[in-house]
Nanobody
Framework: QVQLVESGGGLVQPGGSLRLSCAAS????????MGWYRQAPGKQRELVAAITSGGSTNYADSVKGRFTISRDNAKNTVYLQMNSLKPEDTAVYYCNAEDGLADYWGQGTQVTVSS
């Protein structure tokens, strides 16, 4: 089992920045990849960014060049640096981890981009 706890969401003006953090605990040695998903009201949950245990990254086209995913293995933490935020980035952001057998999810953190 893997437990995930997110932090760092909030309200920001368009063009602003936020950094989300996701701390993993439990059977972290089994994690293959971690990522961030988001779900806006009335929409399906979508992948924002992912990073493998080897450090390879993958981004949704809508966030390329603006968001950066990174991980600190010593702290068992994954980060999502979000710059040049747009109103359409408003959503609940969820941390995800997978170990080849199951997906694990955090509780979600709200990001609201509004003037």
């Amino acid at each position: 089992q893997v437990q995930l706890v997110e932090s760092g969401g909030g309200l920001v003006q368009p063009g602003g920045s936020l950094r989300l953090s996701c701390a993993a605990s439990g059977s972290i040695f089994s994690i293959n990849a971690m990522g961030w998903y988001r779900q806006a009201p009335g929409k399906q949950r979508e992948l924002v960014a992912a990073i493998t245990s080897g450090g390879s990254t993958n981004y949704a086209d809508s966030v390329k060049g603006r968001f950066t995913i990174s991980r600190d293995n010593a702290k068992n933490t994954v980060y999502l640096q979000m710059n040049s935020l747009k109103p359409e980035d408003t959503a609940v952001y969820y941390c995800n981890a997978e170990d080849g057998l199951a997906d694990y999810w955090g509780q979600g953190t709200q990001v609201t981009v509004s003037s």
